[in-house]
């Protein structure tokens, strides 16, 4: 081969050892060949109909048959998911990336002035090719009763899921699980509810991720052993969002009480800061009234001074000194006439 060919087979094999990586990109892009994996998702690759492999980068994480399961080692990942972060698929048409559909919901950003029915914003189904291995979830729990009074309440709900059996939520349950969990999730929070006594016990209650129900997120609990088992999901968090008593005279009543609370606790503020504005007034008085007392001592001794130094005698530095005393006890004054004497004695009083 003469030495000009050999040259251009080594341009054109270099250019597609180069070109490699930026190929399989756009192919990872449209799930051919290879696929792209974020951090904290789960996708499942398919030969035909049938379920081939489920493939999942999961800090902490690993995948065991469907389940995954905790992992205290360092995951093992191929050269191409290290440098590149791609994950061989295989040939197409014959293996492929299974896409499903999800609902979405959320909670709207405000619940106040709305009713039950308006507290979670259905946005639609949409396609996607990967599960995430942790979500939140709201969901709706209307009439929700109390034991004695048998008043009801409606719940919005703030669900955090794990997946812990990839296999259930999708090649068994085609991406439609969220109303069976949902309905699992009813069951017991209703039992929860129950338990809490009447209306005056429920408003009072812890209704936060550390609340009344966190209970229900236990590894073992009754209703995580359900949801595992009919959903391939576990319940990690759940909080109540928002709540209202289902009775609108109720409502009202609640209302009503919240408000006179608010305003007492106004009066109550308002009473405290006025008696704090008087104490701080009386303080700043006395502590006048001490400085003033300080500075006049300081006049009386330095003019007492002044007079001994100019040789002045002791009568005269007596009568001085009651002068000065008396001088000091009227207000609004410069001078001090001595009464019954030919020769006034003359004391500046400086404030």
């Keep these: 081969m003469e030495t000009s060919i050999l040259i251009e087979v080594m341009a054109y094999i270099l250019i597609v050892i180069i070109l490699t990586p930026f190929v399989a990109y756009m192919l990872a892009k449209e799930n051919l060949f290879f696929t792209f994996l ?27 048959g469907y389940e995954l399961i905790l992992d205290k080692g360092k995951q093992e990942k191929t050269w191409l998911q290290n440098k590149f972060g791609l994950f061989w698929i295989g040939i197409p048409p014959f293996s492929k990336i299974k896409t499903f559909k999800v609902r979405k919901k959320r ?45 009801t309440v409606d719940l919005l709900l703030i669900c955090k899921f794990i997946t ?49 129900l966190e209970i229900l997120t236990e590894k073992d609990s009754g209703l995580n052993i359900a949801l595992k088992k009919q959903t391939g999901l576990r319940l990690v968090g759940i909080s109540v969002a928002d709540w209202n008593p289902t009775n609108q005279a109720t409502r009202e009543a609640m209302n009503k009480k919240f408000i006179a609370e608010k305003i007492r606790e106004a009066e109550l503020i308002d009473a405290d800061t006025y008696q704090q504005k008087i104490a701080i007034h009386a303080e700043a008085d006395a502590k006048a009234a001490e400085r003033i007392a300080q500075s006049r001592a300081v006049r009386i001794k330095k003019t007492l001074e002044s007079i001994s130094l100019q040789g002045g005698n002791p009568d ?4 001085a000194a009651a002068r000065i005393l008396q001088a000091e006890s009227l207000t609004n004054l410069t001078t001090l006439v001595e009464s019954g004497s030919n020769t006034p004695a003359v004391i500046p009083i400086k404030n």
């Design 38 to 64: 974020d951090t904290g998702n789960i996708k499942y690759i398919y030969k035909g109909e049938t379920l081939k492999k489920v493939i999942a980068d999961v800090d902490k994480f690993k995948i065991s």
């Design 107 to 151: 909670e709207v950003e405000e619940t106040k002035g709305k009713s039950p029915s308006e507290w979670i914003q259905d946005l639609g189904e949409v396609e996607v090719d990967s599960l995430r291995f942790s979500f939140p979830r709201p969901f709706l729990i209307q009439e929700a009763e109390l034991k004695e009074d048998r008043q």
């Design 164 to 212: 812990v059996d990839a296999y259930i939520p999708i090649p068994e349950l085609k991406g439609d699980f969220f109303e069976l969990a949902g309905s699992i999730i009813r069951g017991s929070v209703l039992d929860k509810v129950k338990d809490q006594g009447p209306m005056e016990n429920f408003l009072i209650i812890d209704k936060g991720e550390k609340g009344f």
């Design 316 to 319: 005269e530095i007596v009568k």
